[in-house]
């Protein structure tokens, strides 16, 4: 076990989750303040003495995407400035993962960027959940832990009434993580093969896959702007799909998504809370269910604290 006392702070990015965690953890949560000064920039201090302990700080990088990061960055430097013993960054939602290669003449790796930035910060390891590409760990000069919000997916998925299961990819990146899926529910696998039309100005989706008269489920990493998944569920109702759900672990939800998925024929659109529904839109959409995975965040949060395997949640 880790000589240090366990302690959880969150950041302002998601206090919900953190509040879930601690409770589930039974312990509870740290004391600091968290402001702006009037010109915006971050004031933080801690109110309880931290020497010696295992610090988690749970903040995701969402929107404001920057503003959290630099939150999280200035936590974590009071904490190793007040001589915690280790600083593990909880960030459920990694920012700027979609930014993880060199795919156009000059241009950033900026997920590269952000593992160098919390390094520099003094973070001595980091907990996250279903980065966009696993191997984003490998950006990193310091221990990573990567979760999967799988388990909760998949959980609720199999108590859904529905018959003829195909988990399908909407495009052919994610088929390693929906064939993971359609073998855990015992379920058929589809794919959708996007192409643009010659003159480039429109997109057709090929489904491959047999998916008349049965149950659809869209399963991606993200949902940002909601476009490829409502493309993706005409596609699969176009060829006789009979119902159609979307999941995704991490719900941006941007622009228009609401508006979109609102219109889309989607029976349900299944989230996890790695990022909150912040706006009264999101929260008010009957179509989307939001999972918990605190009780996953907590489980690894435990295992770390007790050095004890964690291996058992990846999965």
């Known amino acids: 076990m880790n000589g240090g006392q366990l302690k959880i702070f969150s950041g302002s990015a998601h206090r919900a989750l953190t509040e879930e965690i601690a409770e589930f953890l039974q312990v509870p949560l740290g004391h600091a303040r968290l402001q702006r000064f009037p010109d915006t920039e971050v004031s933080f201090q801690i109110d309880e003495n931290i020497r010696g302990t295992d610090v988690f700080i749970v903040q995701p990088t969402c929107a404001d995407v920057d503003r959290h990061i630099v939150e999280l960055c200035v936590m974590i430097d009071a904490f190793k400035r007040s001589s915690a013993s280790r600083i593990t960054a909880v960030i459920p939602y990694y920012g700027y993962a979609r930014q993880d290669r060199k795919d156009k003449p000059r241009v950033p790796i900026s997920a590269k960027l952000m593992a160098n930035v919390l390094s520099a910060a003094g973070a001595n390891r980091v907990l996250t959940m279903d980065l966009h590409k696993a191997q984003i760990q490998g950006f990193f000069d310091i221990p990573v832990d990567h979760l999967f919000a799988a388990p909760v997916i998949i959980d609720y998925l199999s108590r859904l009434d529905a018959e003829d299961l195909t988990i399908v990819s909407p495009d052919a990146g994610g088929a390693e993580r929906a ?9 058929e696998l589809a794919i959708i093969d996007k192409r643009r039309t010659e003159d480039g100005t429109a997109e057709v ?14 399963q991606d990493d993200i949902i940002d702007t909601a476009g490829t998944i409502v493309k993706a569920a005409n596609a699969l109702k176009a060829n006789g799909a009979a119902r159609v759900f979307a999941c ?25 809370n790695t990022i909150p529904l912040s706006s009264e839109k999101a929260k008010c959409c009957k179509k989307i269910k939001q ?18 395997s964690v291996s058992s949640l990846f999965v």
């Not at 989706?205 to 869209?218: A, E, P, S, Y």
């Open 179 to 187: 064939r993971a899926y359609a073998k855990r529910l015992d379920a």
């Open 205 to 218: 989706m090929n489904v491959i896959g047999d998916v008349g008269g049965r149950t659809c489920i869209l």
């Open 248 to 272: 995704a672990v991490h719900g941006v939800l941007s622009g228009p998504a609401i508006e979109r998925l609102e219109a889309a024929p989607l029976d349900q659109v299944i989230i996890t």
């Open 291 to 308: 999972l918990s995975v605190a009780r996953l965040l907590g489980q690894a949060i435990r295992s770390i604290h007790e050095e004890t």
